[in-house]
């Protein structure tokens, strides 16, 4: 039983405590990496259309930025990516016009801002890791092949290339008996492939001779 004369006890103590809620800590606001595109800016299937510039203040207003989404944000910044990197103004063939680097830059960066907003997101998280490996090969690539290219792409989408480090296993006996057992497995199954090769081979051949 409660003991009402306790202040700790009190009806109107008990009241309030039902009540409470646990204080909300504002986040803060996280910069995008779209905010650097201007508002009067078209969208990407707009802009390039001549009869934009007889239209509307309000038609033009209507589609532009100010009032697009993220994806359609996501556009126009790629767009001036591939202009950043291309190697003429008839360029759309090349690898880093045609890849995926322009694109998972993008990507990745929206993730980095969606992960500092939802740090337990483990989902997006493992994305964004899958990105950055992926990106990782393809400038390791451009790296072999052209390393004048690879280095303006790297300057002009704000890139900081990281070889992978070399991949070192330490040995010991579990390590070495497990891989002997793995490679006798191997050799057992390659005897078993090649005798049945040998015995439909051998089959082939009788009906060949019976035809």
Not at 23 to 46: C, E, F
Request: charged share 35%; glycine share 2%.
């Amino acid at each position: 039983s409660l003991c009402f004369f306790h202040p700790a006890c009190s009806p109107v103590l008990q009241a309030a405590r039902g009540y409470t809620r646990p204080v909300t800590r504002k986040r803060k606001d996280i910069s995008s990496h779209l905010d650097d595109l201007p508002p009067t800016l078209l969208k990407k299937d707009y802009a390039d259309l001549p009869v934009m510039n007889s239209v509307d203040e309000v038609v033009k207003r209507l589609l532009s930025l100010e009032m697009a989404s993220q994806k359609e944000k996501m556009k126009v910044k790629t767009q001036q990516l591939v202009e950043k990197v291309r190697r003429s103004p008839s360029d759309s063939g090349s690898f880093e016009v045609q890849g995926k680097l322009k694109k998972g830059r993008i990507l990745i960066r929206t993730l980095e801002e969606h992960l500092q907003r939802h740090p337990k997101d483990k989902r997006n998280r493992r994305c964004m890791l899958m990105d950055l490996d992926r990106r990782r090969k393809m400038l390791g690539y451009l790296r072999r092949v052209n390393y004048s290219t690879f280095e303006n792409t790297c300057k002009q989408l704000d890139i900081q290339y990281s070889p992978p480090q070399p991949y070192t296993r330490r040995i010991t006996k579990r390590w070495l008996v497990k891989k002997a057992f793995c490679i006798k497995v191997f050799q057992e199954k390659q005897k078993l492939k090649a005798a049945e090769r040998l015995k439909q081979r051998r089959e082939w051949q009788v009906r060949a001779r019976a035809a």
